[in-house]
DNA sequence: TATGAATGAGACTTCATTCAT
DNA sequence: CATGAATGAAGTCTCATTCAT
């Protein structure tokens, strides 16, 4: 059976999955109606329009029906962990195990977000959560002294493109375990305080 | 008069030129042989299918194009500085500040990349590049025990986001200076030894 | 309440109204069966095919309901002129004096006769009934020599057209007997006998 | 042979030509691309959209077209024409002459300001054009003392109602030169000075 | 080389209508 | 009666490519 979440039902759901799925298989530029529509099993591309609104409704439907998945798998791991590292590590973390189950959806997203042009709410959102917790952090010492909106944006996509790379190519649990300490341990190596060992 | 590699001359040339310049402004999806040929002064398509094969055939000229020129730009510092710590910043700084010279060919890489689908020999040639580096600097003790394939994944690619936020609202010299060196110390950082940090 | 005329009763009516509304202010082109729908507070489109054979059924119904009211306006006024020159100018002004009243109906109805194709009954009646009205004129003597169906031709038609203007616009009342006064007094003009004027 | 004025040449001319015979023939609400592209001989509706920016700026070049045919024959006629009187006779039997000629082209026309919208510099044009003429006449003293405005638009909408009645099916010359001189005569009527006739 | 014309496919959207519930 | 979904056709428009001149 396939997650369904509450924003979504019937036809509407069952074409936001066809998209999904056809964004991540055949990447956004070949995501057009028809294919859409070949893959819901709709017989023309009307449909489609009669439950969106244009393109954009749709796409932006896929993106929030990934972001609560997303959200969903995420939301309690981040919030298990206490302290600004833990936090940071555990979104890490959190980020890549999701490829392990939901590697489609991941790949739809990151195809959404790279283009979208202007209307990428949830980018930004992540990119400020980022940006605040560096600053709060660093007021709280955890964090060295670096430019919080500079790091957060590298940070961010960094950790897009891996979680890219491994959906693309699904590897062994373990391995996906494995890529989301190496990941979370360079970040925290890269955000920790300059205190003692510093060398160079 | 711009800048002309060898590679290319006459109209084909021009051709890469109009279309680096349409997809810098109106992005990818919307660089179609029509929007390049008016930006060449072109009165007609025909004049690109018959200099390119197809459209991939001038998307790839005008990656080598680009490459070109950030090369000429990024290489002589690369070379300039010694050790593996010190070419890993020199390459972070150089990027970051082409913004201030080729700004647009930044905006237009970018974009290409992001929608190169397989083809994309030089984010590759990049990234092998990185992990290379990495794994020769590990073995003269100058970084740490990271994953060299990760941590050139998301060092490349956070680098990327970084130039592309920079090309599309170019800052003031200084701030671009100080831009490169933050992310340069982040990388620095990241991939720093443990503990008694060995120089080079 | 609106008026209700007694060959429409219930959704049916409501549908008919909803649709003269849309073409008066749309217009016929854009008048679809959704835009209907809408204005009449339908979830669906359905609800009109079922009350209606088809799209030209419900646009009979329009002009049935807009003659019937238009009738009841105008036919009193007709009827109380005695003679046929002054039936002509109480047709005249009455039609001018119910844009103060109809613009709605009255702009719909111009827009509905204008794209009628070939159905046009209604314009058809007018237009014979104007032809006779002049015939029994001139056997009269009250009217002049003049080719009774061009004239009728010409002169509904621009009734039509200084109501159709008078109704996108509507002027005060003062100003719209003005029109009337002024249209009734040019037809009686150019209908009135050649040389020694004829009373009646 | 047919007509072709200098603004238009090949394959333009061609699609023009055609669209006026479809609006002609199946009316403006049925023409579409793909009637016009048949009945141009064109294999696709994209040549039409090539040679135009769109249906509005084709619609245009027709009505553009059309009044440069209707232009040449009836200037002369008018201009051949001394004093307010005999012009307004000239231009209603130059109008209805016309049909004898031009009949599609006069159909599609008419069929085209139906449905102009708002974008009818032509009618405005003409109506403009006969209200200043009323207004120069009735300085004169050859007019009555009328209202221009509501009089222009009465008489030349009653006019174009002539003309489309004998273009949808054209009666002999001699039958269409008797029209046109009713029609002249019914609108000198209506439009002569009240008491004492004053000729010119 | 260069041009302008032509093609055919495909894009998104809207429409009137039908039908099961 | 009423709804919402579904259909299939047709609409305008853009695209990459080809070709004769």
């Given at each position: 059976m396939r997650a369904r979440t509450f924003t979504e039902s019937g036809r509407r759901a069952q074409i936001v999955r066809a998209a999904i799925a056809v964004i991540a298989e055949a990447g956004y530029a070949k995501a057009s109606f028809s294919r859409i529509a070949k893959q819901a099993g709709l017989s023309s591309t009307g449909m489609i329009s009669y439950h969106f609104a244009g393109k954009d409704d749709l796409l932006k439907a896929c993106v929030t029906e990934i972001e609560e998945i997303t959200g969903a798998f995420m939301q309690p791991r981040i919030d298990a962990a206490v302290g600004h590292v833990a936090q940071l590590r555990a979104f890490v973390e959190a980020n890549v195990e999701l490829v392990g189950e939901h590697a489609t959806e991941l790949r739809a997203l990151i195809d959404l977000v790279k283009n979208a042009g202007s209307r990428s709410d949830a980018v930004d959102g992540r990119l400020a959560l980022f940006e605040e917790h560096f600053r709060t952090g660093q007021a709280a010492g955890v964090?060295?002294?670096?430019?919080a909106r500079i790091t957060a944006l590298a940070l961010t996509t960094g950790l897009d493109a891996v979680v890219a790379t491994a959906a693309a190519n699904v590897p062994e649990p373990a391995e996906l375990t494995r890529i989301g300490r190496e990941l979370a341990d360079l970040y925290v190596r890269a955000t920790a305080p300059e205190s003692t060992g510093g060398p160079e």
């Open positions: 964090f060295g002294a670096f430019d």
